[in-house]
């Protein structure tokens, strides 16, 4: 579609206010989702059950609740957040011409797209926080206006919300055109008025129609007159050969046929709304019943004229405010006191008992509220993640149960992390595209297995694979892991333990079976040295070489099979020496 064409059809999108099929849909659920997430709201979704609540104790509900599910949802987090921080196992760059310079230049864009922030970084924040919140909302990549004699697009990221989003459509799951409709503030004469303003993203050509108070502009750009308003007519070419917008949801929606998106809580909403009503109950009956009740007999009212709260005028009484009573105390600070007989006879004296009394109330149902709100807590963990490792008891826990537990947070995480690679590489795609970059190919992957073990269960399988002579592939992996979590705040020096490893021609085995092994000249001499002084090697390579550790992999074996073959040739040269000196002193 050219911009002439798309032109027409935001005309008439715009004329007869079309939205999409399933706007409305989209739009409900974020409205809900954004509540239940942030809590903003969220009393809205209180829902009055006539038949036990007025509307003055409904009202005071919503007054009183503080819901816990924006913070048992703020929870649920933590495993794609981890997920996220993950190294991933591909991420590269490839072009059809260039070279290794390019590649770099391409990466300051990258790094500067959020502002000082890298793609990488913003999208730890957005596509966690939109896949909760609103996960048909658009990422669309933008740029301002720029010299191009001077310099390059700075390109950024600019979200569309799902209420945003009015119009878009998908052949084939290719997004053909989207249309986003935004609020701006335009100048009639000397009056600022709201207006709105609408634009389509055609991918080569971009079209906007934005609100004006006149047909006579400084800038002769067409106007156009649409239901009686007034808008300019704007084009742009960002030249994409793709509409640079794409949607951060993942899981479809069953209900619109997979056409959108639900958010990563979804499929526990039921849990949630239980716990939203049952949340509620306990605000309620802790601030109105949890407390001592105070039961006492109080003396009328002792003003002049009061009967039963009221004056003979029919007023109010002002010193009982029409309770017919004396005022009593009615916060804990107070004191009530009596005045002693004056003849000290302990029969005129009240006995304290009997005039004042507190009842506590009764518990069992606030503890019953607080352990189902506790169990609905664990289930929306539990069903989440396919597993409630992470809400169990531990020590209850079996070894098998764990790994199989271990396998469905994985299971669920993989469409998680493999729609964040298919994010990055789109927007990067975008990214070289305004930057002049030209045709690129990026790579992204994360690993399938997260491997959310600890320190000590890794130390513990590493020990159980040696003691079960376990390849030396399997040791090496598990050793692996380990350093990861080690130097997982030291990413270069995590770096160099990997590229050693990689040369430790006796990598996974155990010292037993290398004593051995060097005992019995099971070896290659090379191997033999490389191994007994491989740290020795590296201290002189990284003196020699500043960058040692950001050459290639095969580069760097190179330059240690040379190092290798100096420390062969010094030990046989000194072995040398050693004999000749021996023979000597024997003559």
Not at 273 to 278: A, D, G, M, S
């Amino acid at each position: 579609m050219d911009k002439i064409e798309g032109l027409d059809l935001l005309k008439k999108i715009v004329d007869k206010d079309i939205v999409h099929q399933d706007y409305e849909r989209v739009t409900k659920l974020a409205e809900l989702y954004y509540k239940m997430k942030t809590g903003d709201g969220i009393e809205d979704l209180l829902k009055k059950i006539e038949t036990r609540v007025s509307d003055e104790e409904f009202d005071m509900i919503k007054s009183i609740y503080r819901s816990i599910i924006p913070a048992t949802l703020n929870s649920t987090k933590l495993p794609f957040q981890k997920a996220l921080r993950k190294p991933p196992l591909v991420r590269d760059i490839f072009f059809d011409e260039g070279s290794e310079k390019k590649k770099l230049e391409l990466e300051e864009f990258i790094n500067t797209y959020w502002g000082n922030k890298s793609l990488e970084e913003y999208l730890e924040y957005a596509f966690i926080d939109y896949n909760y919140i609103d996960p048909n909302a658009f990422l669309i990549t933008e740029f301002d206006e720029f010299d191009p004699k001077k310099e390059k697009a700075s390109p950024y990221p600019f979200v569309a919300s799902s209420h945003e989003s009015v119009m878009y459509e998908y052949i084939n799951e290719i997004l053909q055109y989207l249309v986003v409709k935004l609020p701006i503030k335009y100048m009639d004469g000397d009056t600022e008025k709201d207006g709105v303003k609408y634009t389509m993203y055609l991918g080569w050509d971009t079209v906007v129609l934005s609100q004006v108070a006149s047909k006579s502009l400084e800038s002769g750009n067409e106007v156009v007159e649409i239901k009686g308003k007034l808008y300019e007519v704007l084009f742009f070419e960002p030249k994409n050969s793709k509409v640079p917008a794409i949607r951060f949801g993942f899981l479809r929606d069953e209900q619109t046929k997979g056409r959108t998106f639900v958010c990563l809580f979804h499929s526990v909403m039921g849990f949630l709304e239980k716990t939203l009503k049952i949340d509620s109950e306990l605000d309620l009956s802790t601030a109105m019943v949890a407390f001592p009740q105070r039961i006492a007999y109080v003396t009328p009212c002792n003003n002049p004229g009061c009967n039963r709260g009221f004056m003979p005028d029919n007023s109010v009484c002002p010193v009982c405010e029409g309770t017919g009573t004396q005022p009593i105390h009615k916060g804990t600070q107070d004191v009530i006191t009596l005045a002693l007989p004056r003849n000290a006879d302990p029969s005129q004296i009240v006995d304290l008992e009997k005039l004042l009394v507190y009842k506590s109330p009764p518990i069992e149902l606030l503890t019953f509220q607080k352990d189902y709100l506790e169990y609905l807590k664990k289930s929306v963990h539990a069903m989440m993640f396919n597993a409630d490792l992470y809400t169990r008891d531990q020590v209850s826990i079996t070894a098998t149960e764990k790994n199989f537990e271990a396998d469905n947070m994985n299971d669920t995480l993989y469409p998680f992390a493999r729609a964040y690679s298919a994010i990055w590489e789109f927007v990067v795609k975008d990214i070289a595209t305004f930057t002049d970059f030209g045709e690129v190919y990026p790579k992204h992957k994360f690993p399938n297995d997260f491997k959310f073990k600890g320190l000590t269960e890794l130390m513990t399988e590493l020990r159980l694979a040696k003691d079960a002579g376990a390849s030396t592939s399997t040791i090496a992996a598990i050793e692996d892991d380990i350093n990861e979590i080690l130097y997982s705040d030291r990413p270069y020096d995590l770096k160099k333990i990997r590229i050693k490893n990689i040369m430790n021609p006796f990598r996974g085995y155990t010292d037993t079976n290398i004593r051995f092994i060097i005992a019995q000249s099971g070896a290659p001499k090379r191997n033999i040295v490389l191994y007994e002084n491989l740290e020795s090697i590296f201290q002189d390579l990284e003196a020699e070489n500043e960058w040692l550790y950001e050459m290639n992999t095969t580069l760097i074996r190179e330059k240690v099979d040379q190092k290798t073959d100096e420390y062969i040739k010094q030990l046989t040269d000194e072995a040398n020496t050693y004999s000749f000196s021996a023979a000597d002193g024997l003559q």
